[in-house]
């Protein structure tokens, strides 16, 4: 379903429906245990966000990123994406979503 979608809307050229789907895929992959899949998925998808300016899409690909790696072990990296997941949910006034991700964040210091 994720393919035929992001078929479609490639064919109309509608680069929000891409990432919507990519995300999606990437959320799913993540699900699945598909790892680099997801991570690929997320990379699709963040791009095409930049593309059309939408931070709240980047935001909320960036902590689907940020759970892939956290549950990875790979804390560096999870802190990095909950990072810009808070700067960004900040910056669109989602202040509860960026207290979220920083809220990871703390998590995984407590960690190492």
Same mark, same amino acid.
């Given at each position: 379903? &994720? @393919?035929?979608?992001?078929?479609? &809307?490639?064919?109309?050229?509608?680069?929000?429906?891409?990432?919507?789907?990519?995300? @999606?895929?990437?959320?799913?992959?993540?699900?699945? @245990?598909?790892?680099? %899949?997801?991570?690929?998925?997320?990379?699709?998808?963040?791009?095409?966000?930049?593309? $059309?300016?939408?931070?709240?899409?980047?935001?909320? $690909?960036?902590?689907?990123?940020?759970?892939?790696?956290?549950?990875?072990?790979?804390?560096?990296?999870?802190?990095? %994406?909950? @990072?810009?997941?808070?700067?960004? &949910?900040?910056?669109?006034?989602?202040?509860? &979503?960026?207290?979220?991700?920083?809220?990871?964040?703390?998590?995984?210091?407590?960690?190492?």
């Amino acid at each position: 379903a &994720y @393919g035929e979608a992001l078929r479609l &809307y490639k064919q109309v050229d509608d680069r929000l429906g891409q990432a919507d789907v990519q995300s @999606g895929l990437g959320d799913l992959e993540s699900q699945l @245990g598909r790892n680099d %899949a997801a991570r690929a998925a997320y990379g699709d998808a963040l791009t095409l966000y930049k593309q $059309v300016d939408n931070r709240l899409g980047q935001a909320n $690909v960036q902590r689907g990123l940020g759970d892939l790696e956290s549950k990875l072990g790979r804390n560096d990296e999870a802190r990095k %994406a909950y @990072g810009e997941a808070a700067v960004l &949910y900040g910056e669109i006034g989602l202040e509860s &979503y960026r207290d979220s991700a920083l809220t990871a964040i703390r998590e995984l210091n407590t960690q190492k």
